[in-house]
């Protein structure tokens, strides 16, 4: 912790918390904690695992600019329900970089509309493989930034709690700076945040600030603790849409169970909203797109659309963005 406090604001810590064989935690501090005090000294955290050579993996050169598919049109239906997938290991950049890849060579990737989070790091460390990515990305498919930041900033009203209250927002606009400075780089106009539901407006009005090109901030991570009031689960700060996490998910298992998860989440959310349009954050564990042994990639979601598919429509969430905003104008 003192090495950790030591270090300037807003510097970035890449690693993970030590277990053993058995899965048990035996670092100093488990994941959660890890999070949770980088982000009160103000620093951000990336989650590494397993990760491949990152001294070569920086090195390699890519084409150019980096450019998300064009969203597909969708008009508006006043009487429709939404959801958009977002599928997520958090800002994990090993994940990204093993598992991502995995899905990609499923062929019914495309036929569902989705976004998939993406860790800033990854910019950095492995530009190639995050080109890759973009140019083998269907129109389906959007990219959005998770972690809330460069790195996971774990919670943005206690980022930099430890420093005396007048430099405080500060760090935190610091932080937001770096952060849209990357999302231009890698053409992102949604972002993530962790944080749950009760995140305070201050903090997501010094995103909108911070980073005038958002067009949708998600928030949570697999539901919210103690559940969400639907009917409040959707607002707009200045402009810009906030969508809160309302499914939750399980761990891993049969096709027919993941996909029944989506299922009756969104089926909840829908009905606990009570009134049409309806939009629904719909949190997808990472791991239901790359179980090889289970499914193909987009097998899940293929079956949850199918589901679901006279009930609500699955979007980009980018596209859920714009539709929200159209029905707030009426």
Known sequence: LNILASTPVNTPVIGISARNSENIVTGVLDESSIFRVCGE????????????NMSLTS????????KQKDAPQVTLDKNQAYAAPMI??????SWVVHNWEQSYHDEGRANVPKSWSMSGMIYYVAPAFLEFFYKNASEN?????DGGGVGDLNDPDKYGTMFEEQYRQQILDQQLALTRLLMQKMDMEVIRIFAPSKISDNALKAYVKGIPELKAIYTGYNGEPGGIDAKAANNI????????????VGLPDTLEIMAGYLVSGT???VQQTGSKPAFINMFVLGNYMNISDINKGSDVLNLAQEQLKDEVVFLRADVMADLYMQQAAG
């Open 267 to 269: 089926r909840n959310a």
């Open 88 to 93: 997520s290991e958090g800002e994990n950049y």
């Open 141 to 145: 498919d959007y990219f959005y930034l």
């Open 237 to 248: 700060v200045d402009g810009v849409p906030v969508f809160r996490g309302q499914v939750t």
């Open 41 to 52: 000294l103000g620093k951000y955290f990336t989650y590494t695992f397993s990760v491949p």
């Open 59 to 66: 090195s390699l050169e890519t084409d150019g600019p980096l």
